[in-house]
């Protein structure tokens, strides 16, 4: 592979990628960007060519965290730097690995030694070599979410902070941060998408001439990189410069009332959460402005803006998908655009100079910031992303099926789903040992210290006290002498915590012909998808296998992405028997090949159903017998039981007695009522018990 980097200005499109990298290049405090995009749309190539236009940096010679000469961390653990030596350099890109852990990205102290020795031995992490850089996440929504925040809190606060046992180290930790994500793969939670300052969405071009130039170019950079690179090296001279000149222009950017008021309107109109949002877009509108040469902010500043900064913030719900309502927009900047002079509407531009800029209507994703030029040959505009969710938004009315049909195998349109509710809590029982959530008991780096145990691997929680209790009894055979404790490394003890994790939920859909009827298959759609919620919320992974016809059919693989399980969902036609055997069959495959993947995150199977089994002899035999293998395993199971009518079978009971799991009617599966349901017990057990009293 080649050390040359692809160069930026050679990348073809993705204008509003290009603009939002180039303005955190400018004012780092507009918050970094967010990449959201399908696979193999060039979000890496350019991240990475940013960080070669970038100015280059002085450094204090000898110190591990990259502090300035002209302004040292005062803080700086490798600090006091007074009257130190300086070393130019070029600004850093520090690429943060998918599975990495967090001493890995705050660094860590050698506890040990800080014991035994008194010395504060401190390791830099990933964030101390990113400062005055740039940090580049790829794929941040498959991050654990604590590694988010507190990535994300060191990019707000500009500094790291190391906490083990009373001993704290704390340095800057001033950085760009970029992250990308393809949505397919999971959303991030919107809190965590709040903290980002911008987001992009990107899609690759349908263009074949702009294929064709994308191919054309990739393949003359891997034959000859650096003869690639010297073809661009103008253009990417030219971009560094034009990058250092906006920083030196921003400063004197004025931000107008006229501005900040459309800022403000435009987020309120939006009902966006906080106002974290006005005040990136606010550095947005800045660094705009600073980027086109001027020294105060436009309209066409503040529109292009809000295109970059609010989008990612508008979501409601988990389900909801980002995006922005541009015809809004120009509504809301146009109602709060203060007239040069009371003359008649269309005599001219404004005070703004935009009066006609409205009219200028870009081609796809908004204007590309008007007086925001770029001193380079992009190529062809941004392709634009398709449009999310567009699909089954309202069902047609269902139509009579022809005769000609058998009635067996009749299909009914799909029905929308009921409103989403808060659901009882499932867990897996036992302990276990995978990744951090929200659903069953683990061990885990966070929750509450439980026991204490000999250190397996390197040292980062110390139990104090077993440490002390293990060192104890050999300290006169040891020889010790005053005051200190003779400790050795057996003596260790580090916290075993016990919190929650996340599991794999698989659902196993009865999409048959018995459950069919338009208001039972809402009010099944609807529960689904409350635990579709629910799964989302305590961070799980969740899967889909619905089963009617002849066979079942894995709808939707394990992923993290609960969006696309609602989607998947929505659009589930009915209709056909019910081989109840084949979905659990297909279940036991699915979890078998889960086990292999992942052998830590312990899986939950939730059965939607009434019981029914249908397509052949002895069919709910078969079922029954294939539930037993689920039971044998020790996999958690959950029936939801969807039977319903005045004359009940109770099947699907049964099944939940087969699996070893436990039966729950659509009812029952709501939190009020399972609470409600306590309540009244509890009164009636505590009647029960004062009239007995006064019996006695």
Not at 132 to 152: A, K, M, S, T
Not at 217 to 230: E, M, N, Q, V
Request: aromatic residues 4%; contains cysteine.
């Amino acid at each position: 592979m080649s050390d040359v980097r692809y160069p930026f200005t050679a990348v073809v499109g993705m204008a509003d990628l290009r603009l939002g990298l180039l303005l955190n290049a400018v004012s780092p405090a507009v918050g970094g960007v967010l990449v959201r995009g399908e696979k193999g749309t060039a979000k890496s190539t350019m991240v990475r060519a940013l960080a070669g236009l970038l100015p280059s940096i002085a450094t204090v010679d000898g110190c591990r965290f990259a502090c300035d000469p002209a302004a040292p961390d005062p803080q700086c653990p490798d600090g006091p730097h007074s009257a130190a030596t300086s070393t130019e350099r070029p600004s850093q890109l520090v690429e943060l690995p998918v599975g990495v852990a967090e001493d890995r990205i705050v660094g860590s102290l050698d506890l040990e030694r800080a014991l035994a020795e008194g010395v504060k031995a401190y390791e830099p992490g990933l964030l101390a070599r990113a400062h005055r850089g740039v940090l580049y996440i790829d794929e941040v929504n498959l991050l654990q979410d604590h590694v988010v925040d507190l990535l994300l809190d060191a990019a707000a606060m500009g500094r790291s902070y190391v906490e083990r046992e009373g001993v704290s180290v704390r340095h800057a930790a001033r950085f760009l941060l970029v992250g990308t994500m393809n949505p397919e793969e999971g959303e991030l939670r919107p809190q965590l998408l709040d903290r980002f300052g911008l987001t992009v969405e990107i899609a690759a071009t349908r263009d074949p001439a702009e294929r064709a130039e994308v191919v054309r170019r990739r393949l003359a950079y891997d034959a000859d990189p650096a003869g690639f690179a010297a073809r661009f090296a103008a253009e990417e001279r030219e971009l560094a410069e034009h990058i250092t000149a906006a920083r030196e222009l921003l400063s004197k950017v004025e931000l107008t009332d006229v501005a900040l008021r459309q800022i403000t309107a435009v987020c309120a109109a939006f009902e966006v959460d906080g106002l974290r949002a006005d005040i990136v877009m606010a550095r947005t509108a800045v660094a705009l402005a600073a980027w086109a040469g001027r020294v105060e902010v436009l309209e066409e500043d503040v529109r292009k803006a809000a295109q970059l900064a609010l989008p990612h913030r508008r979501r409601r719900n988990p389900f909801d998908a980002p995006g922005l309502d541009e015809e809004q927009l120009d509504r809301t900047l146009e109602e709060h655009a203060q007239p040069e002079d009371p003359e008649p509407e269309g005599d001219g531009p404004g005070p703004d100079g935009g009066g006609d800029g409205d009219g200028d209507g870009p081609e796809g994703g908004g204007p590309d910031g008007g007086g925001a030029p770029e001193p380079f040959d992009g190529g062809a505009p941004e392709a634009s992303a398709p449009e999310s969710g567009a699909s089954d938004a309202e069902p047609p009315a269902q139509q009579p099926v022809p005769a000609q049909h058998p009635s067996p195998a009749r299909e009914s349109a799909p029905v929308a789903a009921g409103d989403p509710y808060r659901t009882r809590l499932f867990t897996v029982r036992g302990t276990g040992h995978g990744a951090q959530g929200r659903r069953s008991p683990a061990e885990t780096t966070g929750g509450h210290t439980v026991r204490a145990r000999r250190p397996q691997g390197t040292l980062s929680r110390l139990h104090l006290t077993a440490t002390l209790q293990a060192a104890a009894p050999h300290q006169v055979a040891r020889g010790r002498a005053g005051r200190a404790l003779v400790l050795h490394k057996d003596d260790f003890r580090e916290q075993v915590r016990q919190g929650r994790e996340s599991n794999l939920v698989l659902f196993v859909v009865d999409a048959s012909g018995s459950m069919a009827a338009r208001q039972r298959m809402t009010a099944v759609k609807g529960a689904v998808l409350s635990l579709l919620m629910d799964a989302y919320q305590r961070r799980d992974k969740i899967g889909m296998i619905t089963f009617r016809g002849a066979d079942a059919e894995l709808a939707l693989p394990p992923t993290s992405s609960v969006e696309v399980g609602a989607a998947r969902l929505e659009s589930l036609p009915t209709g056909g028997r019910t081989p109840l055997a084949a979905g659990l069959l297909r279940a036991h495959e699915v979890l078998r090949v889960e086990r292999l993947r992942d052998p830590s995150r312990r899986p939950l199977l939730v059965v939607v159903t009434d019981g029914r089994a249908t397509g052949g002899r002895e069919a709910l035999a078969r079922s029954q017998r294939a539930a037993t293998l689920f039971a044998a395993q020790g996999t958690a199971s959950v029936v939801l039981d969807c039977e319903s009518g005045p004359v009940r079978l109770g099947l699907a009971r049964t099944l939940a007695g087969l699996l070893g799991g436990s039966a729950v009617s659509l009812d029952e599966l709501r939190a009020e009522g399972v609470a409600s349901l306590v309540r009244e017990n509890r009164a009636v057990n505590r009647a029960t018990t004062t009239s007995m009293r006064k019996a006695a």
